[in-house]
């Protein structure tokens, strides 16, 4: 049989689907699949799906395996699974660029990736006959896992939270929103592959012990990454991690102020339009939060929901975001308590903090 290496992004990939974490997907998209994500933000079965899950190869690759009945996977000198090859194909890359990123900036780090990759895609059902320990796995938990942990709590109702950051008091406003609405909450932060200056995985893990073990109820939270691509895909992405968190068994997800955005790509709250426009589609219900951000006046973290103060009285507004922590510690400074908890900023010391250069 004819074999492909992976690199670990690839390989990560395949463990996601094998997992059913992008269900319905049971393998990487063939080119009408492709098409229809790219051009309708739908499977040709009518499913929404927004981003393409795709196996980049070579032109030389694609020669190789077209025609191919089974194609062995090999990652980390192991074969860990094999695809079947039904479709082998490319794109007008930089159209597909500006189609799902709204741009084709080669500044903005999803096209970039996109654009960096493979020319050709090879699209098929796949099989995970061995899974890799890697660095990051005892943290990950299937989708199946985190099912039977629902179960055994016996929650209804569980809000899903994406993150790619360290836990600042923004973000635990909204989970402690959102935990005053439903039974539980699966915090899954997402630790694939991520542009240099994004938090390392030991940084954000580190960093949500810390919240969970002093200031969040154990019985009421479980804890789990993602390992997939960050794709900085903005309100595309919002809904690909929506389908996801369905996918881990969560019937809540919790979308902000820029979910998944990067830069000014994209509006504050476009996320929240394009999860709209799928209602009573995504089979999860998707929980639209405004801000937060500190209010020097109202003394805490609100919203503009509760807080009139962006408008009357916009110095005392300080706006707290995962870019905002991030500068402040790259510095080597502390950020303010109103901002991070300290007992978080404690628990990062000697921790590496940034990824240096793209993760491959």
């Not at 008091?169 to 592959?193: K, M, N, S, T």
């Not at 503009?304 to 103060?309: E, K, N, Q, V």
């Amino acid at each position: 049989m004819s074999e492909l290496v992976l690199n670990r992004h690839q390989y990560l990939e395949l463990e996601k689907l094998a997992f059913g974490a992008f269900s319905p997907l049971t393998g990487f998209m063939n080119e009408a699949q492709f098409n229809g994500v790219v051009k309708h933000m739908r499977l040709p079965s009518g499913d929404i799906f927004t981003l393409p899950v795709v196996l980049d190869v070579s032109a030389a690759n694609a020669r190789r395996l077209r025609g191919l009945s089974r194609v062995a996977l090999v990652f980390s000198a192991e074969e860990v699974g094999e695809i079947v090859p039904e479709s082998v194909f490319t794109c007008d890359k930089l159209d597909v660029a500006k189609q799902l990123f709204e741009t084709s900036d080669g500044a903005h780090p999803g096209v970039r990736t996109f654009l960096s990759g493979g020319a050709w895609f090879v699209g098929g059902p796949v099989c995970l006959h061995r899974r890799i320990t890697l660095d990051i796995s005892g943290d990950e938990l299937t989708p199946a896992q985190t099912k039977e942990m629902f179960a055994r709590r016996s929650w209804k109702t569980i809000a899903g939270f994406q993150t790619r950051n360290v836990p600042h008091r923004g973000h635990e406003y909204l989970q402690r929103l959102a935990l005053e609405q439903v039974d539980g909450l699966f915090i899954q932060p997402l630790v694939g592959r991520k542009k240099p200056g994004d938090y390392t995985p030991q940084a954000i893990m580190t960093g949500y012990r810390a919240l969970m073990r002093d200031f969040l109820r154990e019985d009421r939270v479980v804890l789990g990454i993602l390992s997939t691509t960050m794709r900085y895909a903005g309100p595309r992405e919002a809904v690909f991690h929506a389908l996801i968190r369905r996918n881990y068994g969560c019937t809540h997800f919790i979308v902000g102020r820029d979910h998944a955005g990067v830069g000014n790509y994209y509006g504050k709250y476009q996320a929240h339009d394009l999860t709209r426009d799928f209602d009573g589609e995504l089979g999860i219900q998707v929980m639209r939060m405004n801000g937060p951000y500190y209010c020097r006046r109202c003394d805490g973290v609100v919203t503009d929901r509760t807080c009139p103060h962006q408008v009357t009285d916009p110095a005392s507004i300080t706006e707290i975001s995962g870019t905002m922590i991030r500068e402040i510690l790259s510095r080597g400074s502390t950020p303010d308590s109103k901002f991070i908890r300290p007992e978080i900023v404690a628990s990062l010391e000697g921790v590496p903090l940034f990824l240096e250069e793209d993760e491959q």
